[in-house]
């Protein structure tokens, strides 16, 4: 018989508390970093899908502005109704448009498909976002054009909030030769405009 020799380990010495520390800290750091690189892009992301999502908002509002300055006609000869204009801000130009036009669709209750609106864009604090976030809204009112309209109808209407988070607006008029800033006064109150230029800040 062969006998196996008894196996003594050559160093069995545990962790102390120092070395545990150590590894903690360590341990955490590397966490630390990880959870802030997470962190940071999650953010990143939670951003750009907020600007990607407000970027297709503002693209239905410009669209809806298009598709309402398209159907625009004057309210009477010598007399279009079409009035704009836009003021320097602190930071970013204000403005405000009203118009005459002709909608396809109901707007407001007691109207008919195909009436006249006089419709309006301008912008209005934000009750929800702080200074000086606004938000953009469209009104729009029955314009008679017949003589057998009611007052009710006259005096019915609408405010839309359609776009929130907007610093900004601006409106640019052709007349044909050069853009105006201003549309309704002297030499162009008395026509429409060939083309209408808006921004949204």
């Not at 005459?100 to 707007?107: P, R, Y």
């Not at 702080?130 to 029955?142: K, N």
């Not at 610093?167 to 209408?196: C, I, M, N, Y």
Request: proline share 6%; net charge neutral.
């Amino acid at each position: 018989l062969t006998r196996i020799p008894n196996l003594q380990p050559l160093n069995s010495r545990g962790c102390t508390l120092l070395e545990v520390l150590v590894a903690s800290v360590i341990l955490s750091m590397v966490l630390a970093i990880v959870y802030g690189v997470f962190s940071q892009t999650l953010t990143s992301t939670q951003r750009a899908e907020e600007q990607s999502a407000q970027s297709r908002a503002a693209r239905i509002v410009l669209l809806r502005i298009g598709d309402d300055l398209q159907a625009s006609f004057p309210f009477a000869p010598g007399n279009p109704r079409f009035v704009g204009h836009t003021s320097r801000g602190q930071q970013f130009p204000d403005a405000v448009l009203s118009f005459v036009s002709l909608s396809g669709l109901s707007l407001t209750s007691g109207s008919y498909a195909g009436d006249g609106y006089e419709i309006e864009y301008e912008l209005v604090p934000d009750p929800r976002a702080p200074s000086p976030a606004r938000q953009l809204v469209r009104r729009a009112r029955f314009a008679p054009t017949t003589q057998d309209s009611t007052t009710d109808r006259l005096s019915e209407g609408e405010t839309l909030p359609l776009l929130t988070g907007v610093q900004g607006l601006r409106f640019r008029f052709f007349d044909g030769r050069a853009w105006h800033d201003e549309w309704g006064k002297e030499q162009t109150s008395t026509k429409l405009p060939q083309a209408v230029e808006v921004e949204l800040y």
